[in-house]
């Protein structure tokens, strides 16, 4: 037999030994990445996670505003109490409105970061706290005695888990001390 016929004959039988460890490979790699699209999909920083829920593009809108977009995007980890648009809403006539103009970018960014603690805090060590610092500066106050209460706001959803950090849905907006 010549060496050709021999070579031609050893792949072959190389290829059909080698065929289902091929496909199995291949659904495995078709799986693995699978698994890691849903992995990112879940680990969406804070910035998409709220964009996506929905019910926070006042929020949003004030987080671009306030030139903070990148900050919550970045590394963190944070921890967000994040007021839903219905907590805006709660806030005088006109008070939205005026904070989203440029001239007011400083107080309204003071209010976005008085809504953010540094670092990753579930709603299980919340609950041990009596306060909290913000990157503010300026510390909430924690009360677990009936529910959860950042500074008499309702925390309505707790351990929204983000690929940088937490958020905590909260029914009022929170107004650092002047």
Do not use: R, W
């Not at 037999?1 to 199995?24: D, N, R």
């Not at 490979?25 to 804070?46: L, P």
């Not at 006109?94 to 003071?110: H, I």
Request: glycine share 8%; net charge positive.
């Amino acid at each position: 037999m010549s060496s050709f016929l021999k070579g031609s004959l050893v792949f072959s039988v190389a290829a059909a030994l080698l065929a289902p460890s091929i496909a199995e490979a291949g659904k495995k790699c078709a799986s693995t990445s699978t698994q890691v699209i849903a992995y990112k999909k879940a680990k969406m920083d804070i910035v998409d996670t709220a964009v996506s829920a929905g019910s926070f593009k006042t929020l949003a809108a004030a987080l671009q505003a306030a030139g903070l977009v990148d900050t919550l995007k970045g590394k963190g980890p944070f921890t967000v109490f994040a007021p839903t648009d219905e907590a805006f809403a709660k806030l005088p006539p006109g008070t939205v409105e005026a904070l989203l103009k440029p001239e007011n970018k400083a107080k309204l960014a003071g209010i976005l970061t008085y809504h953010v603690v540094a670092g990753n805090v579930k709603a299980a060590d919340v609950v041990k706290l009596k306060s909290a610092e913000t990157v503010q500066g300026q510390s909430v106050a924690i009360d677990a005695t009936n529910g959860v209460k950042i500074n008499g706001a309702n925390v309505v959803k707790a351990d929204i888990d983000c690929g940088n950090g937490v958020i905590h849905v909260i029914d009022a907006v929170l107004l650092p001390k002047e």
